[in-house]
């Protein structure tokens, strides 16, 4: 290609609303512009990095034996009726009526419809296991979109669906997937994890998130540098600590806490470690009739350590409060306790709660909590002594750097990701739900058990930059860039000598195979330059009339400091070891 003839439109300047660096400079390098919230039209040089992307996810994802089709954007939704989840999914999923005033969707997936591919076109064991993909335009409306094509609300997705015949011929095919997205991943050229990710209401161990290392992300990443170990926040273990709790020592003291209702606030009035402080969050359930009318409602207070956090994914898991939860009402915690929030404790609470504490708190003596009046805390608190045991034991919270690591083999660290994949068992949650079977090898029907497997394709590039920039741009590895090599000749429009240099050395990088740009746009060096860094081609080759009367070109990756001299004879099979390597 050469630039002559493609698009080019580089801005000094982000737009105003651009917040995040993949938006700045995508946006700045002409890859992305806004049409319209969270949509935006791919320009030519954006489009050459999506293909790329498409190209190694589908490359890899035959090769594990899936099989692509194309399912519609628009889908009716008497197949997400189906489900339930035309009601359920609430205001992400775009709702829109044809002419006749019949429902549809914009899809954000395609459980639904593949599913009904399956229960038509999957009659019998003999035809399993069978793994479909697409790579389609999904939209999610999403109440805030930001952060350019991080959080968009139209954006292309890879999405596989595997049917198979039983529990362990699906975990082996999920294993397939797993297998499979390594492979893409590491051929992307990025710093990722593979983490364990919570599984949901569908429980079981089998769900992975693929997460692209950046400072940036939104997500933590909690890892152990001396094993393999790795998990989502929500999913990561803080293990129960091994030494037992210590006796009493201090007597049970209502303290005076005037204006002081934070757990910090607290500790450092009455110089004390943080750590030995508690912090009582109010939870309740609610039991509903037939009518969706509320028939009771039942309080629980979760204690934490007053320097953790809770984690509301383990808080779901725990039995009473699994089939789901809300935070307590003011005149709920009123009537409990007879304090508003600030003061609150488990000692002396005027109606009962379902007590649960975190591990933690669980061996903690001497601790500090509210006395469920303004301006006390109670100090010198004990099990057994002050109160009883609590009703459950349970893993509340969030992890932090330097907790022991679940597998015994170190302890934790935490980095930020950006979430791009995800490969998830789902069992029969939707065979079920649209009852669609096969005949099982013992001639009667079985629902299909099924697997679930998604890639980010716009989302990959800009987690590609998040991860790769500098001052001057983006950063791209080899493998999406837009263009692997730049030939960057300086006046080839004054120097018939350049002109055939640059011309010749662009038909030997085409005939061997390197996607290569040739500039004959005739700027000068510095604007030149400055394009390529902030387009973020990886590879540079300038061409001037001083060089080549030495027989040299200078060769240039974009993260190098200064360029390189190498031999105009050379120059082929240097940068092929470059790119090699």
Not at 116 to 129: C, F, G, W
Not at 351 to 378: Q, S
Not at 546 to 575: P, W
């Amino acid at each position: 290609m050469k630039a002559s003839q493609f698009f080019i439109s580089t801005l000094k300047e982000a737009p105003a609303d651009a917040e995040v660096v993949s938006h700045q400079l995508m946006t700045r390098a002409g890859m992305i512009k806004k049409l319209g919230a969270g949509i935006y039209t791919y320009m030519p040089m954006g489009l050459r990095v999506i293909q790329k992307v498409e190209k190694i996810v589908r490359e890899e994802m035959n090769r594990a034996g899936a099989v692509e089709l194309t399912m519609p954007v628009v889908q009716p939704a008497e197949l997400w009726q189906e489900t339930g989840r035309f009601e359920k999914m609430g205001p992400e999923l775009l709702r829109i009526k044809d002419r006749h005033d019949r429902d549809f969707v914009v899809q954000p997936t395609s459980e639904e419809v593949v599913t009904d591919i399956a229960r038509q076109e999957l009659r019998s064991y003999k035809q399993l296991p069978k793994n479909f993909y697409q790579i389609q335009t999904k939209f999610r409306d999403e109440r805030r979109p930001r952060f350019g094509l991080m959080r968009g609300r139209e954006f292309i997705m890879k999405d596989a669906y595997s049917f198979d015949r039983d529990e362990a011929a699906a975990k082996a095919s999920y294993q397939v997937m797993a297998a499979a997205y390594r492979r893409i991943f590491d051929r992307f050229g990025l710093r990722y994890r593979a983490v364990a990710a919570d599984s949901g209401a569908i429980g079981g161990d089998l769900s992975e998130e693929f997460q692209v290392i950046a400072a940036t992300g939104e997500d933590a990443i909690v890892y152990c540098p001396s094993s393999d170990y790795a998990a989502n926040m929500e999913k990561a273990e803080a293990l129960a600590p091994q030494e037992p709790r210590p006796a009493a020592s201090n007597p049970l003291t209502k303290t005076p806490t005037p204006g002081k209702s934070t757990c910090a606030d607290v500790a450092e009035f009455l110089g004390m470690p943080l750590a030995n402080t508690v912090k009582s969050l109010v939870l309740a359930t609610d039991e509903v009739g037939e009518d969706g009318q509320v028939l009771r409602s039942q309080v629980w207070l979760l204690l934490l350590r007053g320097d953790r956090d809770m984690n509301e994914v383990k808080v779901s898991k725990v039995p009473g409060l699994d089939a789901g939860f809300r935070f307590a009402t003011v005149a709920e915690i009123e009537s409990h306790f007879g304090c508003k929030p600030g003061y609150l404790g488990p000692v002396g609470t005027l109606l009962p709660v379902k007590l649960v504490v975190d591990r933690e708190v669980a061996v903690m003596a001497d601790w500090v909590c509210g006395a469920n009046e303004a301006d006390f805390h109670m100090t010198g608190v004990n099990w057994a002594r002050d109160l009883p045991e609590p009703d459950l034991v349970a893993d509340l919270r969030n992890v932090v750097e330097g907790d022991a690591s679940p597998d015994g083999k170190g302890v934790l660290a935490i980095e930020r990701g950006i979430e791009v994949g995800h490969v998830f068992y789902l069992g029969t949650k939707y065979s079920k739900a649209m009852d669609a079977t096969f005949l099982g090898e013992d001639g009667k029907p079985a629902f299909f058990e099924m697997g679930c497997y998604g890639i980010g394709i716009t989302r990959l590039p800009a987690a590609a930059v998040e991860q790769n920039h500098d001052e001057r741009g983006i950063i791209w590895p080899d493998a999406i860039a837009p263009f692997t090599a730049v030939i960057c000749p300086i006046g080839m429009d004054r120097s018939e000598v350049v002109r055939q240099a640059a011309e010749q050395l662009y038909s030997d990088l085409l005939a061997a195979g390197i996607d290569v740009i040739l500039d004959d746009r005739g700027e000068r060096p510095g604007a030149m330059f400055a394009d390529w860094e902030l387009i973020g081609v990886p590879h540079r080759i300038t061409i001037g009339d001083r060089g080549l009367k030495s027989g040299q070109l200078e060769y240039q990756h974009r993260r190098d400091a200064a360029a390189t001299q190498v031999a105009v004879g050379d120059v082929l099979g240097f940068l092929k070891e470059k790119l090699a390597g």
